[in-house]
């Protein structure tokens, strides 16, 4: 059975960093396609990133230089570095898996960016 | 980026009602690369649909979608009280992936 679990949300001041993990099982991380999705309260779902099989990263404009996608294959898990986090990063953020769509997707955690 | 725009933004139906929600893109692409998603509060988007057509392992028959370039359609054909819920379209090119803002189906 596919599962995935976040962690590592909390509430954080504008500027500073924060790195969630995506702890996955049922499957693995390396072999797939890895995305993560955030939605703000109130808001439509938003791509963030993507990690494919070769390990090629992608991101949405609005965290290009900011954030970094990444996994270890060791602990089969899928990992987002964020850097010089803003009040609009405030998000409930989730891992999915899945190539041209989400097949599956984690419960999520809640990123809130507020001084 | 390709652009997709839902409509409506509320859909007012009651049980048994048949539902078309529509999704339409900025720009023409493969069927392939548009999915559908219900939501519901305080849960993770469930993929329903994927390649426009092909409904999603568990996905019951009365869903179903159509369309291919610009235009596409998540019919519902007889809804049921679960049913009630936020859909997204959402499609997938150059390495991007872009959601529509969501139909919002409520009871009426």
């Known amino acids: 059975e596919v599962r995935l679990v976040e962690s590592g949300g909390g509430l954080i001041q504008p500027g500073e960093s924060l790195r969630l993990s995506c702890a996955a099982s049922?499957?693995?991380?390396?072999?797939?396609?890895m995305s993560w999705v955030r939605q703000a309260p109130g808001k439509g779902p938003e791509w963030v990133s993507v990690?494919?099989?070769?390990?090629?990263?992608y991101y949405a404009d609005s965290v290009k230089g900011r954030f970094t996608i990444s996994r270890d294959n060791s602990k089969n898990t899928l990992y987002l570095q964020m850097n010089n986090l803003r009040a609009e990063d405030t998000a409930v953020y989730y891992c999915?898996?899945?190539?041209?769509?989400?097949?599956?997707w984690g419960q999520g955690t809640l990123v809130t960016v507020s001084s | 980026e390709i652009v997709l725009t839902q409509s409506p933004g509320t859909l007012s139906l009651s049980p048994g009602e048949r539902a078309t929600l529509s999704c339409r893109a900025s720009?023409?692409?493969?069927?392939?690369?548009l999915a559908w998603y219900q939501q519901k509060p305080g849960q993770a988007p469930r993929l329903l649909i994927s390649?426009?057509?092909s409904r999603a392992t568990g996905i019951p028959d009365r869903f179903s979608g159509s369309g291919s370039g610009t235009d596409f359609t998540l019919t519902i054909s007889r809804l049921e009280p679960e049913d009630f819920a936020v859909y997204y379209c959402?499609?997938?090119?150059?390495?991007?992936?872009?959601f529509g803002q969501g139909t919002k189906l409520e009871i009426k």
């Open positions: 720009q023409s692409f493969g069927s392939t690369y």
């Open positions: 049922g499957f693995t991380v390396s072999s797939n396609y």
């Open positions: 990690i494919d099989r070769g390990g090629s990263t």
């Open positions: 999915a898996l899945g190539v041209n769509e989400f097949d599956y």
């Open positions: 390649g426009a057509s």
């Open positions: 959402q499609q997938f090119g150059n390495s991007l992936y872009t």
